[in-house]
């Protein structure tokens, strides 16, 4: 028997509301945090964030939580939005967050039908991951070509939806779907290490720690 761990899956990260790196070929890298909790801070080993920022910020500066009310934004360092100080407010879509002096991120629910949310560095800063965009996913996620999408990449015809359910995380589009190999129709499970191809799009979901 062999003593080697078992691969995490997506259903464990699910559990464990882990955040996760999406990898799509010839558009670029996405930040998908799980939990209805996030912390967003500078990028630290020893003081790890959920969203990791190289600027200028404390370790652990601002909290983002999703209620059934909405998102809301937490100092617990320097925080502006839309140029005034705040201590706790309710995001809406549009809504510009300043990090300390200079450390500047734009908050958008794009999809009407979704509360799921996007962060998107608007001040030259970065991510500590080379990814894009940070995706705070509550219900699903949606890939596709309109502006009403997370991602939207303009050459697909149809939007590709990652959504979650009682075991982790799964993809549903309308037609065949490759992932990690193996043929489905309209919808299949994902892992974490999945590779997702279809006639459109390739993608893979990476565990991060």
Same mark, same amino acid.
């Given at each position: 028997?062999?003593?080697?761990?078992?691969?995490?899956?997506l259903?464990?990260?699910?559990?464990?509301?882990?955040?996760?790196?999406?990898?799509?070929?010839?558009?670029?890298?996405?930040?998908?945090?799980?939990?209805?909790?996030?912390?967003?801070?500078?990028?630290?080993?020893?003081?790890?964030?959920?969203?990791?920022?190289?600027?200028?910020?404390?370790?652990?500066?601002?909290?983002?939580?999703?209620?059934?009310?909405?998102?809301?934004l937490?100092?617990?360092?320097?925080?502006?939005?839309?140029?005034?100080?705040?201590?706790?407010?309710?995001?809406?879509?549009?809504d510009?967050? #300043? $990090?300390?002096?200079?450390? +500047?991120? @734009?908050?958008?629910?794009? /999809? %009407?039908?979704? *509360?799921?949310?996007?962060?998107?560095?608007?001040?030259g800063?970065?991510?500590?991951?080379?990814?894009?965009?940070?995706?705070?996913?509550?219900? #699903? $996620?949606?890939?596709?070509? +309109?502006? @009403?999408?997370?991602?939207? /990449? %303009?050459?697909? *015809?149809?939007?590709?939806?990652?959504?979650?359910?009682?075991?982790?995380?799964?993809?549903?589009?309308?037609?065949?779907?490759?992932?990690?190999?193996?043929?489905?129709?309209?919808?299949?499970?994902?892992?974490?290490?999945?590779?997702?191809?279809?006639?459109?799009?390739?993608?893979?979901?990476?565990?991060?720690?």
């Open positions: 028997m062999s003593n080697e761990p078992t691969a995490p899956t259903a464990n990260l699910h559990e464990q509301q882990e955040p996760f790196a999406l990898w799509i070929d010839g558009v670029g890298g996405y930040l998908v945090c799980l939990s209805h909790r996030v912390t967003l801070g500078q990028a630290l080993t020893e003081s790890p964030v959920d969203i990791a920022l190289i600027a200028d910020v404390s370790r652990h500066h601002a909290t983002i939580q999703r209620d059934p009310e909405g998102y809301f937490e100092a617990v360092r320097k925080v502006q939005m839309n140029g005034k100080p705040i201590d706790k407010t309710l995001l809406r879509t549009g510009r967050i #300043t $990090l300390g002096n200079s450390c +500047q991120l @734009q908050f958008w629910q794009p /999809v %009407p039908v979704s *509360t799921s949310a996007r962060l998107d560095i608007v001040s800063h970065r991510f500590a991951e080379p990814v894009q965009a940070a995706i705070l996913m509550a219900d #699903t $996620l949606v890939i596709g070509p +309109q502006t @009403q999408s997370h991602i939207q /990449v %303009p050459d697909m *015809t149809q939007p590709l939806i990652l959504f979650r359910n009682k075991s982790g995380l799964a993809a549903r589009w309308p037609g065949d779907l490759t992932i990690n190999g193996r043929a489905h129709q309209g919808r299949g499970p994902l892992d974490a290490g999945s590779t997702l191809v279809n006639e459109e799009i390739t993608l893979a979901l990476e565990r991060l720690h």
